[in-house]
C-alpha cells in the first residue's frame, strides 16, 4: 500500500509560481513512475506531467516550459514546479504512483495510488 500527501497548493497571481510536493509512504517509490495531473470544476481529469524512476519525463502540451516534475528519492518525494502561472492553471492538482511501468505514464487509468489533491488558483 502506497499513501501520498500533496502540499503546497495556493492562491497566486497570474505570472507567478508555486511548487507542489507530494510525499509517498511505501519502500517501492524509488521505483515507481510518478505523476501529476489537475482537475478544474466541471471538468474532467487531465494529465500534466510524469517521471519515470530513471528520470524521464513527459508533459502535457499545455504545461511544456513552465512546468518542471522532480523527484527526491532520498526523500520520498516528488515535486511539480510551476512558473508563469495563468488563470486556466486553476484546478486540483493530483499526485499519483503506479509501480507498474519503466517510463512515462500519462494514463489516468495505470495509475495505482492517488493523493487526496491540492487547489491551486491563479488569479488575473
Known amino acids: 500500500q502506497v499513501q501520498l500527501v500533496e502540499s503546497g497548493g495556493g492562491l497566486v497571481q497570474a505570472g507567478g509560481s508555486l511548487r507542489l510536493s507530494c510525499v509517498a509512504s511505501?519502500?517501492?517509490?524509488?521505483?515507481?513512475?510518478m505523476g501529476w495531473f489537475r482537475q478544474a470544476a466541471g471538468k474532467q481529469r487531465e494529465f500534466v506531467a510524469t517521471m519515470g524512476w530513471t528520470g524521464i519525463t513527459a508533459y502535457a502540451d499545455s504545461v511544456k516550459g513552465r512546468f518542471t516534475i522532480s523527484r527526491d528519492n532520498a526523500k520520498n518525494t516528488v515535486y511539480l514546479q510551476m512558473n508563469s502561472l495563468k488563470p486556466e492553471d486553476t484546478s486540483v492538482y493530483y499526485c499519483?504512483?503506479?509501480?507498474?511501468?519503466?517510463?512515462?505514464?500519462?494514463?489516468?487509468?495505470?495509475?495505482?495510488?492517488w493523493g487526496q489533491g491540492t487547489q491551486v488558483t491563479v488569479s488575473s
Open positions: 499519483a504512483a503506479t509501480s507498474g511501468a519503466l517510463g512515462t505514464v500519462r494514463e489516468i487509468w495505470k495509475y495505482d495510488y
Open positions: 511505501g519502500r517501492t517509490f524509488s521505483r515507481s513512475t
